[in-house]
């Protein structure tokens, strides 16, 4: 398995990470079975970067990791993430948390539900606009004083707010979206990353599964499927995308390739601190997407991607105004 450092004097993990969110959340129906198949066959592959986080579920995905990895913890680099505040009452409504009580309080149920004696990478999933990054750093930093976390990381963070947290402590890891249809990440934050020796977690480099090709109408999901109401996948916005990532299609179908694999390549190729995070929960994927390793992008399909997939060509916001709300802080 190829590797790749995080950040200039990072940990080395594996060029590709599995995402396990999808395994307990928000698309539709869950196989802790296959999941956990899915999950051992990620580990005998090589990939070792495994991420998870308290809120999806919520907590039932850290549970299923943490039965996934009870009997090889040495060759897992364990992340997961807290912040990301569910009410039990309302399952669309969310807050933020990031006070230092809090941030204790939520490791030892990570800890816990993962059945570790430590994480390796523990990320603030949203920055709390209501508590100064330099305290719920600070209170991050305690942790890996004490032996229960390894590294930090930070999520969706803005440019400034990295550089505020990497004044307290060393940030490992920037987590942000980053795809073909997803390209924010090159407004300053990629450079900024760059500038203070931070690795860079691209999550969702498959725009969620829609530059697969396989959804093909909003009716493929499933009736739970959050991506129903993501704008992206609505109405006019929805067919718009369709008729770019077709063009994906034509070009993965002249290379001899899937379009999972052309996509996450080009991810891969934006720079060896990029480590892309795919998501999924069935073995075939994981298979289809290992292979993008093996894929070696020219610089003219580069070219041919970048125009078919300009910043901003995509149609829609990545989230809906409240998710959209707290990135970026």
């Given at each position: 398995?190829?590797?790749?450092?995080?950040?200039?004097?990072?940990?080395?993990?594996?060029?590709?990470?599995?995402?396990?969110?999808?395994?307990?959340?928000?698309?539709?129906?869950?196989?802790?079975?296959?999941?956990?198949?899915?999950?051992?066959?990620?580990?005998?592959?090589?990939?070792?970067?495994?991420?998870?986080?308290?809120?999806?579920?919520?907590?039932?995905?850290?549970?299923?990791?943490?039965?996934?990895?009870?009997?090889?913890?040495?060759?897992?680099?364990?992340?997961?993430?807290?912040?990301?505040?569910?009410?039990?009452?309302?399952?669309?409504?969310?807050?933020?948390?990031?006070?230092?009580?809090?941030?204790?309080?939520?490791?030892?149920?990570?800890?816990?539900?993962?059945?570790?004696?430590?994480?390796?990478?523990?990320?603030?999933?949203?920055?709390?606009?209501?508590?100064?990054?330099?305290?719920?750093?600070?209170?991050?930093?305690?942790?890996?004083?004490?032996?229960?976390?390894?590294?930090?990381?930070?999520?969706?963070?803005?440019?400034?707010?990295?550089?505020?947290?990497?004044a307290v402590h060393p940030i490992a890891a920037l987590q942000m979206e980053y795809s073909l249809w997803t390209r924010d990440a090159e407004e300053g934050h990629l450079a900024t990353c760059r500038e203070?020796?931070?690795?860079?977690?691209?999550?969702?480099?498959?725009?969620?599964?829609?530059?697969?090709?396989?959804?093909?109408?909003?009716?493929?999901?499933?009736?739970?499927?959050?991506?129903?109401?993501?704008?992206?996948?609505?109405?006019?916005?929805?067919?718009?995308?369709?008729?770019?990532?077709?063009?994906?299609?034509?070009?993965?179908?002249?290379?001899?390739?899937?379009?999972?694999?052309?996509?996450?390549?080009?991810?891969?190729?934006?720079?060896?601190?990029?480590?892309?995070?795919?998501?999924?929960?069935?073995?075939?994927?994981?298979?289809?997407?290992?292979?993008?390793?093996?894929?070696a992008l020219s610089a003219d399909e580069v070219a041919r991607l970048d125009a078919i997939f300009p910043p901003h060509a995509a149609a829609g916001e990545r989230y809906g105004a409240e998710g959209m709300?707290?990135?970026?802080?």
């Amino acid at each position: 398995m190829q590797q790749r450092q995080l950040g200039r004097d990072g940990p080395l993990v594996s060029a590709l990470g599995l995402g396990c969110m999808g395994m307990s959340a928000f698309y539709g129906h869950r196989d802790d079975r296959e999941s956990i198949a899915t999950l051992h066959a990620a580990l005998d592959a090589g990939v070792n970067l495994i991420d998870t986080a308290d809120m999806y579920g919520p907590h039932t995905n850290e549970e299923l990791v943490g039965r996934a990895i009870a009997d090889r913890r040495d060759r897992v680099f364990l992340a997961t993430k807290f912040g990301v505040v569910l009410d039990p009452s309302d399952p669309h409504a969310r807050g933020v948390d990031g006070r230092p009580e809090y941030v204790r309080r939520a490791v030892e149920g990570s800890l816990r539900r993962l059945g570790v004696d430590h994480i390796d990478l523990y990320y603030q999933h949203r920055i709390d606009p209501a508590v100064p990054i330099d305290d719920t750093v600070g209170a991050m930093a305690d942790l890996v004083r004490e032996g229960k976390v390894r590294y930090l990381g930070l999520s969706e963070a803005a440019p400034d707010t990295l550089r505020r947290a990497q004044a307290v402590h060393p940030i490992a890891a920037l987590q942000m979206e980053y795809s073909l249809w997803t390209r924010d990440a090159e407004e300053g934050h990629l450079a900024t990353c760059r500038e203070l020796g931070i690795g860079f977690v691209a999550y969702s480099p498959l725009g969620r599964g829609f530059l697969s090709g396989a959804i093909r109408s909003p009716e493929d999901f499933e009736a739970d499927d959050y991506r129903r109401h993501n704008p992206r996948f609505q109405g006019d916005n929805f067919h718009r995308n369709l008729e770019l990532v077709d063009q994906v299609h034509d070009l993965a179908r002249e290379k001899g390739v899937s379009a999972s694999q052309l996509a996450l390549a080009w991810v891969l190729a934006r720079g060896e601190d990029v480590v892309p995070l795919f998501g999924t929960k069935r073995r075939h994927y994981l298979n289809d997407n290992l292979g993008a390793l093996d894929v070696a992008l020219s610089a003219d399909e580069v070219a041919r991607l970048d125009a078919i997939f300009p910043p901003h060509a995509a149609a829609g916001e990545r989230y809906g105004a409240e998710g959209m709300a707290s990135v970026g802080r």
